[in-house]
């Protein structure tokens, strides 16, 4: 005895499900004249269509795969009822043994059982004799004792008289789905619902590419070529899923019908990828996106080789990773285009939830967790025909897209274009009506333009200036420094910022002008310089008015060193009197008012003399006019060297002849007091000069000078207001001519200072 088979049922059909096939085979009994025995036995009339054999059918599993068939037929104990049309094992490596009886009762006609075509099926015809023959069918090769058409299997009852069991063994290494019809020869071969629905799915197929492929020759647009490929590997791959590829290739050729599938789903994918970044506008929605998807329809591409060297599952392996991440970046990119209100998207999503409600309605009527009804059955063909419509209608309606976004486009076109007309038209008459000439050149110093301006400067026409180079236009001497300026320092050096210089050209006319450049670079939308931009400025007036003007300048300098000069002799002269008139009179009294006068004059000569020497004969500098100044008092002075010192403290400022007069004045005043008043003649006299400015005195632009002896100081009843001494006095007169005052004090020495501003430029 065979002991219960170990397998059990996938699935358990709730009670609404077997009502409703209940009421199904119901229909099917009474549209087809089914008659069955109390035992099942299947009786074929001439009235009888088509009989699904698989509802009288039983099975049971043989685990191990070794049962022969004796055992098997003496196992009636074993077997079970299928209790529905199909039996689903799903993914199932067991031998699956079925069996039913039935009865010919017709009149001389030919009755065929349909099943389907697996990896290894084996069936057990009953002979007259009562015996059984047996017929070896497989999937990949022919039978003469079977048609083998679209999968299935088509194997011929005999006649006999009675009723009589049927045996069948299936054995495959996928999904194990089993069918089993009976039809009369014409009914079968022509009228089976799979024939139909195959039929309906390759002509939408059929009529999708087509349509596809027509859009796009008259739009090229690449993504309807993309999809028609899609539509087309995914047409074929149902060959060859549904076993049809058997039919077409040949036993033992080049290629297997697995390595077609692989090389089906890798263009699949590729196409698909290649159509998804058309449709979706992934280089406008996200580039980064874009990129993946394009090294994913290269790894498409890369796995169609594979075939020759990598093992099936491998390649299956491969291949379900590369459609998994498309998928993640196929759900991103969605995201992203609902975002961006990208409408197309819509058909998109419809036709993605279509084939996967298919595949997933096909994958659980595989692993039993659907009932048979034709969703599942033909889900893969179901889902795929509604997406290829879904996302041709999407593509037909990405084409109004297209069109609106095109006119919108050529609206803002004409309305830009416009708009650049008038600001071409606004630059071109800028550009023609400029005071300055310009020029547009190459990098090589060709002409490109030239305006009104800029011909008329050199008395050409434009025409005769276009395409020639500008050295043309450069004075013969000036022509090879011209070349090698242009080249060394605007082609081959920096090309930042404007260049500016100035170069002696000529005219058609051979008439010298002098011209100023301002040069600058031209540069293409990627940033690279692709001509130079010249303004061009005729400053031959201006050039000889500034010569004209510094030769005036260097003759009134001349002039005015030359009154200096004449000034300072007049006063040397009024000094030499002064010393001839000296020797008449022999009063010491009038020699000393002589002499003190004779120093303030010689004062005054040497600030003349220091404007006759200096460049500037506007001013002097007091870090050399002052010491100067303090050398020319002590030069009158008796006093014998090492009996004097004198330091100086002087901050640089320039003087104009305005304060320089009186300020050499007041310094040899103060010089001579100090030495006068200050010298014992018995210990050195030190004096100190001290000129600064007032600036950190919060008293911008003023000036101090401060001479301090280092003799007995002032006496305590000196009067501090009026001045009995004519030379304070005139201290005091030459400080309020400057606009200052001048302070006495004594620290403990005698200190006078005398401070003005606002005349003088320091430095």
């Not at 170990?6 to 358990?12: A, P, Q, R």
């Not at 009527?365 to 599942?376: D, H, K, S």
């Not at 058609?508 to 692709?530: D, K, Q, S």
Request: net charge neutral; glycine share 8%.
């Amino acid at each position: 005895m065979i002991p219960f088979p170990k397998f059990k049922s996938l699935m358990t059909i709730p009670g609404s499900l077997r009502a409703g096939g209940a009421a199904l085979l119901l229909s099917l009994l009474l549209l087809g004249g089914i008659r069955a025995d109390a035992e099942e036995i299947i009786t074929l009339h001439d009235n009888t269509g088509t009989v699904l054999a698989g509802l009288y059918s039983q099975y049971f599993i043989d685990d191990y795969k070794t049962m022969p068939f004796a055992e098997a037929a003496s196992a009636a104990g074993g077997f079970r009822s299928w209790g529905k049309t199909v039996l689903n094992l799903g993914y199932s490596s067991v031998a699956v043994w079925s069996r039913f009886s039935f009865r010919d009762a017709s009149d001389n006609r030919t009755w065929f059982l349909k099943t389907d075509a697996f990896d290894d099926v084996r069936v057990y015809l009953p002979r007259a004799d009562g015996g059984y023959r047996e017929l070896k069918l497989s999937r990949d090769r022919e039978s003469p004792d079977a048609i083998r058409r679209a999968g299935a299997f088509f194997i011929k009852l005999p006649r006999l008289d009675g009723s009589h069991y049927v045996y069948l063994r299936y054995v495959h290494g996928d999904t194990m789905v089993i069918h089993l019809s009976i039809a009369e020869a014409k009914t079968l071969l022509t009228a089976d619902t799979e024939t139909i629905v195959s039929g309906i799915f390759f002509g939408i197929m059929g009529a999708m590419i087509l349509y596809n492929l027509l859009l796009f020759f008259l739009l090229r647009d690449a993504s309807y070529l993309y999809y028609s490929c899609y539509i087309l590997c995914m047409a074929l791959l149902r060959v060859v899923l549904s076993g049809i590829i058997y039919d077409i290739l040949p036993a033992g050729g080049f290629l297997t019908p697995d390595m077609v599938e692989t090389i089906l789903t890798a263009l699949a994918l590729t196409s698909y990828n290649q159509f998804l970044r058309k449709y979706l506008i992934a280089a406008r929605i996200n580039v980064t996106l874009d990129r993946l998807l394009g090294l994913l329809s290269l790894a498409g591409l890369i796995m169609v080789p594979t075939v020759f060297f990598m093992p099936y599952l491998a390649r299956l392996l491969v291949l379900a990773i590369t459609y998994l991440a498309t998928f993640i970046l196929t759900g991103i990119l969605v995201v992203r285009c609902l975002r961006r209100r990208y409408t197309p998207v819509l058909f998109y999503i419809a036709a993605w939830a279509a084939i996967i409600l298919g595949v997933t309605a096909f994958l659980l009527r595989n692993i039993g967790l659907l009932p048979e009804i034709f969703f599942a059955e033909y889900g893969l063909q179901v889902g795929s025909a509604v997406e290829a419509v879904l996302l041709s209608f999407g593509l037909a309606y990405r084409i109004n897209v297209l069109q609106k976004e095109k006119a919108n486009a050529e609206e803002w076109g004409r309305t830009n274009l416009e708009k650049a007309e008038r600001m071409e038209s606004d630059y071109r008459m800028l550009f023609e009506t400029a005071p300055l000439g310009i020029a547009l050149f190459t990098l090589d110093g060709k002409y490109l333009a030239v305006n009104r301006s800029y011909c008329r400067m050199y008395e050409r026409e434009s025409e005769e200036l276009l395409g020639k180079y500008f050295f043309t236009l450069v004075y013969p001497e000036s022509r090879h420094n011209a070349e090698r300026m242009y080249w060394d320092t605007l082609v081959a050096g920096p090309r930042a910022g404007i260049a500016t210089f100035e170069r002696t050209n000529v005219t058609r006319t051979g008439r010298r002008i002098t011209v100023r450049y301002f040069l600058n670079f031209t540069a293409t939308p990627a940033g690279e310089p692709e001509g130079v931009l010249c303004c061009v400025e005729d400053i031959s007036d201006l050039r000889a008015a500034l010569n004209g003007l510094r030769t005036s300048v260097r003759e009134k300098e001349l002039l005015l060193k030359e009154v200096h000069h004449r000034v300072k002799n007049n006063l040397q002269i009024i000094i030499s009197l002064f010393r001839l008139k000296s020797r008449e009179i022999d009063d010491p009294r009038f020699h000393e008012v002589l002499d003190a006068t004779a120093g303030r004059i010689r004062a005054i000569a040497n600030v003349h003399n220091r404007m006759y020497l200096s460049k500037d004969v506007s001013q002097v500098d007091s870090e050399t006019f002052i010491p100067a100044s303090v050398k020319q008092a002590l030069s009158v002075s008796r006093l014998k060297e090492g009996h004097i010192s004198i330091a100086y403290y002087i901050d640089q400022a320039k003087l104009s002849v305005d304060i320089a007069l009186p300020l050499s004045l007041i310094i040899n005043e103060l010089i001579t007091n100090s030495i006068i008043h200050g010298y014992d003649g018995r210990e050195p006299l030190t004096i100190e000069v001290r000129f600064r400015s007032l600036a950190d005195r919060g008293e911008p632009g003023g000036l101090l000078l401060e001479i301090e002896d280092s003799g007995k100081g002032f006496p305590e009843d000196f009067p501090r207001e009026q001045f009995e001494s004519f030379g304070l006095n005139l201290v005091e007169t030459l400080a309020s001519q400057l606009g200052g005052t001048m302070t006495l004090s004594n620290r403990p020495h005698a200190c006078v200072a005398v401070s003005f501003g606002g005349r003088e430029q320091p430095a």
